[in-house]
């Protein structure tokens, strides 16, 4: 009964902590109408940590920090919406162009990619990356290889087997391989290929060399560069090596396996293409191309180009179109008008011009068909989109409400200046000369004839072993204190006008400074740093108001945090 109690209190306990904190235990932390769940937090927890494959060992201190930082975003995105930034072309053009961009990607890679790649392929990649293998090889090429030699395939063949027969017999194979090998770096590293991973070398190449075995030698290995005959030398396996399988490992294998087979990629690419147009029944228009070309050879001549100089006429003519889409001279308009007078300079060459309605035209085609998949449904794209958006709204909340607010006048840059005199100093100057030499000895020698009164000009100009200012006798001009480390620091150290140090060590070398005039510090004059100062005020305005807002924005939103859960996670 006793222990029935008990527990009934801790569960009463844990109901109210979550209610007096007014958070889920799904939820990690609410801001105003905003919240991060455990799951969104264990992702940015993920992206803020890459390597750190257990969240649980990253240290408290560590996470709060990322939780303050994506709750002072999420403060930010809060006063966006209430001033209806969401609805700022801006926003809305920058998350069309973000989605597009996505969705194309995800339509590459489910159409293309994935059939190329197989999850097979992307689970021994995954597997084998915690394993490395060490090899010599000797590589023989051929007329049609990469690395072409005047032979035909079949006395490279001839080649490669006597190399085989050779090593099989014992030979050492660091000497075959610079007595045979015909790769370029035989010279330099004797064979000796290095330690590599899975994906790092040819398929045909590695799937040999992961079945050989220690000191084992392959036979004739077929690649584009050429026969290649293999030892494996070593292989090693990494203790601390956990294989991933979240969405950013599979798609940065994905990224690299595919890279491997880019050729066959781009033949299926070309054939989706035609199948595309095929299906949506695509009719480009010659005619009105080369019409459209020949308007901008007569509206375009390299002065300031604007959309008003297009009639509605000009803005309806149809270039390309397909079921119930087309691509009017428009739509280019509208999607270059930022930067219309170098866009359409280029599109004036009717090549160009197809070009690029051809492009427009398959993007829109691809998008279409994606969204028809239910791509633009895919839970990776949604929660990307919605951290841009986020980050858009955060970063257009501070401009627009703090940024673009910022201004003063004439007087209170003068003002400023005024008052922090010593952010517009000219440091001091000391007139230096020098004289460095190899050793210790040579420069004691060179300070005593100096101290005795020796020309210093005379003896830089003897001893000195740098030959720029041993020309000069040594000056060195002006400088500043750190200008010349070691040197002007100790010639600052000695009074002006002619005194002269003893030996101080400079990087490699010996140094003797001789002093000159000194010119102090002074404020520089405020025509010669007017725009420098106005970016100084700007920089502590931004500062203040800043942190003013950060406390409006704290004040204004409720922050809840749930201390347990963000601790267990």
Not at 475 to 483: D, V, W
Not at 538 to 543: A, E, F, Q, V
Request: hydrophobic share 35%; proline share 2%.
């Amino acid at each position: 009964m006793v222990r029935n109690i008990i527990i009934l209190i801790i569960i009463i306990s844990s109901l109210l902590l979550f209610i007096q904190c007014g958070i889920d235990s799904d939820t990690v932390a609410t801001i105003g109408n905003s919240e991060i769940s455990v799951e969104e937090f264990k992702e940015i927890l993920k992206s803020r940590y890459p390597n750190e494959s257990d969240l649980s060992k990253i240290e408290l201190e560590k996470k709060k920090e990322v939780l303050d930082q994506t709750i002072q975003k999420l403060l930010k995105v809060n006063a966006a919406l209430d001033i209806n930034l969401d609805e700022d072309p801006e926003i809305a053009d920058a998350i069309r162009k973000q989605e597009e961009n996505l969705l194309g990607q995800k339509y590459f890679e489910v159409v293309i990619v994935d059939q190329l790649i197989s999850e097979e392929d992307i689970e021994e990649f995954i597997q084998r990356q915690g394993i490395e293998l060490k090899v010599s090889y000797i590589l023989i090429g051929y007329d049609k290889s990469n690395i072409p030699k005047k032979r035909t395939m079949e006395e490279a063949r001839k080649i490669a087997e006597k190399v085989l027969e050779e090593a099989g017999k014992g030979a050492d194979f660091r000497k075959l391989a610079v007595q045979y090998s015909d790769d370029p770096s035989v010279k330099r590293n004797k064979g000796d290929y290095g330690w590599f991973r899975w994906g790092q070398k040819p398929k045909e190449f590695q799937d040999v060399c992961w079945e050989l075995n220690k000191g084992e030698i392959s036979g004739i290995v077929e690649t584009s560069a050429g026969l290649n005959i293999i030892r494996l030398e070593d292989k090693k396996k990494d203790p601390n090596y956990v294989p991933k399988n979240d969405h950013e490992t599979i798609f940065r294998t994905k990224k690299m396996l595919y890279s491997t087979v880019v050729d066959s990629g781009n033949k299926l690419w070309a054939e989706k293409v035609e199948e595309l147009k095929k299906d949506n029944s695509y009719q480009y228009h010659d005619a009105e191309v080369n019409k459209v070309a020949q308007l901008l050879n007569e509206k375009v001549k390299n002065a300031k180009v604007d959309i008003e100089m297009f009639t509605d006429e000009d803005k309806n003519i149809i270039l390309a179109e397909w079921d119930d889409e087309n691509i009017k001279f428009g739509k280019i308009l509208t999607r270059y008008e930022s930067n219309l007078s170098r866009v359409l300079g280029a599109l004036r060459d009717p090549k160009n011009l197809k070009k690029e309605i051809q492009n427009l035209s398959l993007i829109s085609l691809a998008l279409s068909e994606a969204k028809k998949m239910g791509l633009d449904k895919d839970e990776q794209i949604v929660k990307t989109i919605n951290r841009f958006k986020e980050d858009r709204l955060s970063y257009l909340a501070e401009r627009k409400l703090i940024n673009d607010k910022i201004s003063f006048t004439d007087e209170e840059v003068k003002k400023y200046y005024e008052n922090n005199p010593d952010q517009f100093m000219d440091p001091a100057k000391l007139e230096m000369w020098t004289i460095t030499v190899k050793d210790e000895a040579l420069a004691k020698k060179v300070t005593k004839l100096a101290k005795k009164g020796s020309n210093f000009e005379s003896l830089a100009k003897k001893y000195s072993a740098d030959k720029y200012y041993k020309e000069k006798g040594g000056y060195l001009g002006f400088r500043t204190i750190n200008s010349r480390g070691s040197i002007s620091r100790k010639a600052f150290d000695l009074e002006p006008n002619g005194q002269i140090s003893d030996p101080i060590k400079y990087k490699k070398e010996w140094a003797i400074v001789k002093t000159g005039e000194l010119k102090d510090n002074k404020v520089r004059p405020f025509h010669d740093v007017a725009k420098m100062v106005e970016g100084r005020l700007r920089n502590s305005l931004l500062k203040e108001r800043r942190t003013e807002w950060k406390n409006e924005l704290k004040e204004k939103y409720t922050v809840k945090i749930n201390d347990e859960v963000l601790a267990n996670i």
